[in-house]
């Protein structure tokens, strides 16, 4: 793309919204260059600063017009690259557009605008006895608009969902400039499910302007509890015995040895000394129904060699607790002088197996390995540590993340949980699924988005344009031959 189309786009950008607003100096650029995933960096032609709704509208409009890609960020806190910036395109960050538009709580209901911080929605919700249920470990930071883009999780996903499961309505931008709605207020709509193909589609199907989301009933009443054990597979098996008992708790976390070490060295949150393994598991409803549970789980850890059990008996106790699991990622900071974390998804009855499998992996590869995670669901956080100053370190630590991930696919699970596919691990779609299947979804994308200009380069392995795909549908695309096109 030529220097010249894009100093008009960014003249046309300058007149339309405002110069203030408009980013093309490479020290200022070098800011939005990657997101969490800081070990990939591309710097942007532009950025706009968006400063309203309609400031998106004019920007993705002015793109489209141009034939220029476009990239949407938030708080910038992915860790896939899913945000990370086109060379040759413009970066729109919606970190301003951070208004609450509405709080209904008797519809159980909040709007909010795509840089709205996570944390802000329980905090507007919780006067009214409500809250708000997904909440990642950046939730301080992390925005509604990020979340729905890679269907965020967090801990307590295990009972109450993903981002998918509340939210029910999106006004979108789609690739070409035009606003749509879907979904809307009510939990479920006719027709087909266009706001559930949106949330978690990375990007590459429009910027979400506004999102309404469905709130939760605060619970009557929260245990949280504090397990140590002495081995991680006695850890892993409770939570097996835990959900085959027909428990479901609001949430269970898992630590292992080297990550207990990273949280106390950051946060003192006063882990059990000697740990492998500790489980934070918190039970959640009815007063009765949660002591009942609570005896249950007791008994099951006990079955399997807790040595410590501690009880939150406050909400300051119920904090620290969780400040040690919340605080692992930069934890571990402490530990290493750098770390590259992973996120795949393993059948919850595998963890002994992975766990010890990861631990095999990583002796062999002379690299350590902290292991935090969602233990309810299966959802595996490596934090593989390295010294970004030993050459070939880094390289090292991502083969060992992708060897992970490969041992997540065989034993049935999913190269991604919550921190979606972005640029890191798109080359391991192809691992997960077949052509057919990869086929489908970039069909999927082509109907929102021809001129491929979201997010490109992100979720796909094999870039192409669309009518240009190998595989079995190729003859009777509409993207190669416009007569078909009423098949949609």
Same mark, same amino acid.
């Given at each position: 793309?030529?220097?010249?189309?894009?100093?008009?786009l960014a003249?046309r950008?300058?007149d339309?919204?405002?110069?203030?607003?408009?980013? %093309?100096d +490479?020290?200022q650029?070098?800011?939005?260059?990657?997101d969490g995933?800081?070990t990939?960096?591309v710097?942007?032609?532009?950025?706009v600063?968006?400063?309203?709704r309609d400031?998106v509208?004019?920007?993705?409009?002015?793109c489209?017009?141009?034939g220029?890609?476009f990239?949407?960020?938030?708080?910038?806190t992915?860790?896939?690259?899913?945000?990370?910036p086109?060379?040759?395109g413009?970066?729109?960050v919606?970190s301003?557009?951070?208004r609450?538009l509405? #709080?209904? +709580?008797?519809?159980?209901?909040?709007?909010?605008e795509?840089?709205?911080?996570n944390?802000w929605?329980?905090?507007?919700a919780?006067?009214h006895?409500?809250?708000?249920a997904p909440?990642p470990?950046?939730?301080?930071?992390?925005?509604i608009?990020g979340?729905v883009?890679?269907?965020?999780?967090g801990?307590?996903?295990l009972?109450?969902?993903? %981002?998918?499961?509340?939210?029910?309505?999106?006004?979108?931008?789609?690739p070409?400039?035009e606003?749509? *709605?879907?979904g809307g207020t009510a939990p479920e709509?006719?027709?087909l499910d266009?706001?559930?193909?949106?949330?978690?589609s990375e990007?590459? !199907?429009?910027?979400?302007?506004?999102?309404?989301?469905?709130?939760? /009933?605060?619970?009557e009443?929260v245990?949280? !509890?504090?397990?140590?054990?002495?081995?991680?597979?006695a850890?892993?098996?409770?939570?097996?015995?835990v959900? @085959?008992?027909?428990?479901?708790?609001?949430?269970?976390e898992?630590?292992d040895?080297?990550?207990?070490e990273?949280?106390?060295?950051?946060v003192?949150?006063g882990?059990p000394?000697g740990a492998?393994?500790?489980?934070v598991?918190?039970?959640?409803?009815?007063?009765?129904?949660? @002591?009942e549970?609570f005896a249950q789980v007791l008994?099951?850890a006990e079955?399997r060699?807790?040595?410590?059990?501690?009880?939150?008996r406050?909400?300051?106790?119920?904090?620290l607790?969780?400040?040690?699991?919340k605080?692992?990622?930069?934890?571990?900071?402490?530990?290493? /002088?750098?770390?590259?974390?992973?996120?795949?998804?393993? /059948?919850?009855t595998?963890?002994?197996?992975?766990?010890?499998e990861?631990?095999r992996?990583?002796?062999g590869a002379g690299i350590?390995v902290?292991n935090?995670f *969602?233990a309810?669901d299966g959802?595996?956080? +490596?934090?593989?540590?390295?010294d $970004?100053?030993v050459?070939?370190?880094?390289?090292?630590?991502?083969?060992?993340?992708?060897?992970?991930?490969?041992?997540? #696919?065989?034993?049935g699970g999913s190269?991604?949980?919550? *921190?979606?596919?972005?640029?890191?691990?798109?080359?391991?779609?192809?691992?997960?699924?077949?052509?057919?299947d990869?086929? %489908?979804m *970039?069909?999927?994308r082509c109907a929102?988005d021809p001129?491929?200009?979201?997010?490109?380069?992100?979720?796909f /392995? %094999?870039?192409?344009?669309?009518?240009?795909? +190998?595989?079995?549908?190729?003859a $009777?695309?509409?993207?190669r $031959?416009?007569?078909l096109?009423?098949v949609?």
């Amino acid at each position: 793309m030529t220097d010249a189309r894009i100093d008009l786009l960014a003249r046309r950008l300058r007149d339309r919204v405002g110069a203030a607003h408009v980013l %093309t100096d +490479p020290a200022q650029l070098r800011t939005y260059a990657c997101d969490g995933l800081a070990t990939v960096r591309v710097q942007p032609a532009v950025a706009v600063l968006a400063a309203d709704r309609d400031a998106v509208v004019t920007t993705v409009r002015l793109c489209a017009e141009a034939g220029v890609p476009f990239v949407a960020r938030g708080s910038g806190t992915g860790l896939s690259g899913g945000a990370v910036p086109v060379a040759d395109g413009v970066l729109i960050v919606l970190s301003r557009l951070r208004r609450i538009l509405a #709080v209904e +709580p008797d519809d159980a209901r909040v709007e909010v605008e795509p840089g709205v911080v996570n944390l802000w929605v329980t905090r507007e919700a919780a006067p009214h006895g409500q809250a708000y249920a997904p909440d990642p470990s950046s939730q301080q930071v992390c925005s509604i608009g990020g979340n729905v883009a890679e269907n965020a999780g967090g801990a307590h996903c295990l009972k109450y969902g993903f %981002t998918v499961n509340h939210v029910t309505g999106a006004e979108v931008v789609l690739p070409d400039g035009e606003v749509v *709605h879907l979904g809307g207020t009510a939990p479920e709509h006719p027709g087909l499910d266009l706001l559930g193909a949106f949330v978690g589609s990375e990007g590459t !199907l429009g910027v979400a302007t506004r999102v309404t989301l469905r709130t939760v /009933p605060a619970p009557e009443t929260v245990r949280t !509890l504090l397990l140590g054990y002495r081995t991680v597979e006695a850890a892993a098996g409770t939570v097996s015995d835990v959900i @085959a008992a027909g428990i479901v708790p609001a949430a269970v976390e898992m630590m292992d040895a080297l990550a207990i070490e990273a949280a106390e060295a950051a946060v003192r949150c006063g882990y059990p000394e000697g740990a492998a393994a500790v489980l934070v598991v918190e039970l959640d409803g009815p007063a009765a129904e949660v @002591a009942e549970q609570f005896a249950q789980v007791l008994r099951l850890a006990e079955a399997r060699g807790a040595f410590e059990t501690r009880v939150a008996r406050d909400t300051a106790e119920r904090d620290l607790i969780w400040k040690g699991r919340k605080s692992a990622f930069a934890a571990v900071g402490r530990i290493s /002088p750098a770390y590259y974390v992973q996120d795949g998804v393993i /059948p919850r009855t595998r963890l002994p197996e992975i766990l010890t499998e990861i631990g095999r992996l990583a002796d062999g590869a002379g690299i350590r390995v902290a292991n935090v995670f *969602h233990a309810g669901d299966g959802n595996l956080h +490596p934090l593989i540590l390295f010294d $970004d100053a030993v050459p070939g370190a880094e390289q090292a630590a991502e083969d060992l993340g992708f060897a992970i991930l490969d041992l997540c #696919v065989d034993a049935g699970g999913s190269i991604t949980g919550e *921190h979606g596919v972005g640029v890191e691990k798109k080359a391991k779609m192809a691992r997960q699924f077949t052509a057919d299947d990869l086929d %489908t979804m *970039h069909r999927l994308r082509c109907a929102f988005d021809p001129a491929g200009l979201a997010n490109p380069g992100k979720l796909f /392995p %094999t870039p192409r344009l669309c009518g240009e795909r +190998p595989g079995v549908r190729t003859a $009777d695309d509409p993207g190669r $031959d416009p007569a078909l096109g009423e098949v949609f």
